[in-house]
């Protein structure tokens, strides 16, 4: 049997605990069901605290930065040229591996050993395949240790994209037909998600991270699956999706709609963020129409119930990635036309580009970008660098200022 909150750690009033791995077929017992046993009840400041993937602990940091990553594509086999860097054991003088790219992208302008986390949007593989999952696992693992950190799983947050989740055996493929059932589209993921955190994704694989940064700024993260489709063989599995039940999930477990109604506008709250992999509002300047608009969708299918969502809960700032193109826009809006214009809220969307595919997939030429945001209690500033695989240009691609209202 395995615990499905570190909470319940506490109900059991031992002194000490010996931990060990999870084992294949062990079913989480929950609050409920240690209260049927006549455990006591805590009060949790989330409320009902069940999903491990949403931690209710703030991460304490004496940094204020966290590292931004998006479209890796670890890619193997026939297609280890997407991948734009050298693959582990295979760096030269002449190309370098991801993450010494990074390091010495973050060590030139001063910031290495200021991040505290990293934050990675989607695509992280290009076709779903469990060798570019451990290649990625070392990738996260490099970078962390890098920056001089450790406790890994506490410091990542991550979302699939659609290359993640193989709904055919060409997930590249936007406009393939789905072929493959849901349960087994998501195990290569699922299985590199339990290794690396070690435990399981929840069923719509979305998590949650907080963070207190510098010991001051408090900062809410939530990491949504917008590959999620109702999966039906013959559709495009290029689509975006996150639907009502994952929104209403997140929200629940990361503590948004415990004070989303408090009825006082002064209070403080950390900064909110939210993480797809599909863009919230279009990117790409023009798209080309194809027969049966299998490629034509780059938002997802309910982009405007996400956006409603956001200004519900008041997220301060949406990082996405997914068509390779960096994008930064700020939105002010309503849940609904009817909304009362006192009631309207600002945020940014942050789109950062691809930070490992090859040149050939990056369609405006745009070059590989990784990002930094530092917070502090006004702002948050979002830097993007250039990387390239030689390594011998690393300046500043991109900066924005923005602002947080850290008002509930």
Partial sequence: VRLGSSELLDEQNRTVWFVRRPRPGETVRSME????????????????????????????????????????????????????????????????????????????????????????????????????????????????????????????????????????????????????????????????????????????????????????????????????????????????????????HAAREVGWDANRDTGDGDLPRAVRIAVVHHHLLPVIHQLTPERGGGHSYSTPLDAERLASWIVEHRVDLVLHGHMHEPFCVEINRGTTIESPRGDWHTFTVCGLGSTGVSREFRLSGTPNLAATLEFNSKSVKIEMYEIVASGPVRRKHAEFEVPIRRKV
Avoid at 61 to 80: I, M, P, V, Y
């Fill in 33 to 248: 069901e240690f209260i049927g046993t006549g455990a006591r009840r805590r009060t949790s400041p989330v409320g009902a605290h069940q999903d491990p993937s949403f931690p209710r602990e703030y991460f304490l940091t004496r940094g204020r930065r966290l590292l931004w990553l998006s479209d890796l594509h670890f890619a193997k086999g026939e297609h280890r040229h997407v991948h734009g860097f050298a693959y582990q054991g295979e760096a030269t003088a002449y190309q370098f591996n991801l993450h010494q790219e990074i390091e010495r992208v973050l060590e030139d302008h001063k910031v290495l050993l200021d991040v505290e986390g990293v934050l990675i949007s989607g695509d992280i593989t290009w076709k779903a395949d469990p060798e570019e999952y451990r290649e990625a696992r070392t990738f996260i693992r490099e970078i962390i240790a890098k920056a001089g950190k450790t406790d890994q799983a506490a410091r990542v947050a991550l979302c699939p994209g659609n290359h993640d989740i193989r709904f055919s055996d060409e997930p590249w493929r936007k406009g393939h037909a789905i072929d493959v059932a849901s349960d087994a589209a998501r195990a290569a993921y699922s299985s590199f998600y339990e290794t690396l955190f070690e435990i399981e994704p929840n069923r719509h694989l979305s998590m949650g991270r907080r963070f207190l940064l510098g010991g001051a700024v408090p900062v809410e993260i939530v990491c949504l699956n917008s590959s999620l489709l109702g999966q039906e063989p013959g559709v495009f599995q290029g689509h975006g999706f996150i639907g009502e039940d994952q929104l209403r």
